[in-house]
């Protein structure tokens, strides 16, 4: 069974679509993640959601927005996507937001035309 | 601000031959500090954490890393290289709530492309 798998593995798309990438995970963790992974290979985290809270938002544009509807499941909606939003989108998620190792589900690859 | 320094973002080996990949971290109050691997097209795994206590950690696929607050290091080595370590190789840290960190924010390194050679 995956711990954590996103939906779907490649998505490509038009410059100003609206696109959703989702994640599940199966272990009961209380927290997950949104990362984004630039062609340099450089990972940064967007977003955590803790107990269907948001706990970390760093400088993301506000076209992404992720969306919980329970704690197994955190979704990433993207507005007006632009050349710019070409990277891979990886979930993870953790116990909780203390120390915890982060399961990583296989990425999504997102490439804007 | 919290930054994680990788030095060399390509390292090559041969196949048998010791395994070391740097990862400096800035940091007044020590956090905590991760190893994760990245194979080809695939999510990260965790390789091995520092929180507190022993400062020698191991981890697994015979890897280990030293967490040297005097040098603000935590490098990870192996004895002896194998093919299918070839991956590519990220420092993390969580920076302690002292320190200004969020909970839960890892901060990684840009990464350590690690090649074996037969």
């Known amino acids: 069974d995956t711990a954590v798998s996103q939906t779907p593995k490649y998505l490509v798309t038009q410059m100003g679509n609206d696109k959703s990438i989702k994640c599940e995970q199966n272990?009961?963790?209380?927290?997950m993640y949104w990362y984004k992974q630039d062609s340099k290979k450089f990972l940064k985290i967007m977003f955590s959601?803790?107990?269907?809270?948001?706990?970390i938002n760093e400088t993301v544009p506000n076209r992404f927005s992720p969306k919980s509807p329970d704690k197994a499941h955190l979704n990433l909606h993207i507005n007006s996507l632009e050349l710019g939003d070409s990277a891979v989108y990886f979930c993870?998620?953790?116990?909780?937001?203390?120390?915890?190792?982060?399961?990583f589900g296989p990425g999504t690859r997102l490439t804007v035309l | 601000a919290q930054s994680v320094t990788q030095l060399g973002s390509h390292v090559s080996v041969s196949e048998g031959a010791l395994v070391l990949l740097r990862c400096n971290y800035s940091?007044?109050?020590?956090?905590?500090l991760f190893w994760y691997v990245q194979y080809p097209n695939q999510g990260l795994q965790l390789l091995l954490k520092?929180?507190?206590?022993?400062?020698l950690v191991k981890g697994i696929n015979g890897f280990e890393a030293e967490f040297k607050k005097s040098e603000t290091s935590f490098h990870l080595t192996k004895p002896s290289a194998h093919m299918s370590d070839a991956a590519e190789y990220f420092c993390?840290?969580?920076?302690?709530?002292?320190?200004?960190?969020?909970?839960?924010?890892?901060?990684f390194g840009k990464g350590t492309k690690l090649s074996v050679k037969p």
């Open positions: 993870a998620s953790s116990q909780d937001l203390f120390v915890d190792t982060q399961y």
């Open positions: 272990l009961g963790h209380d927290t």
């Open positions: 959601y803790n107990n269907k809270e948001l706990i």
């Open positions: 940091s007044s109050v020590p956090p905590y």
């Open positions: 520092y929180t507190t206590g022993a400062t």
């Open positions: 993390a840290v969580s920076p302690s709530l002292y320190d200004g960190g969020s909970q839960g924010n890892l901060i």
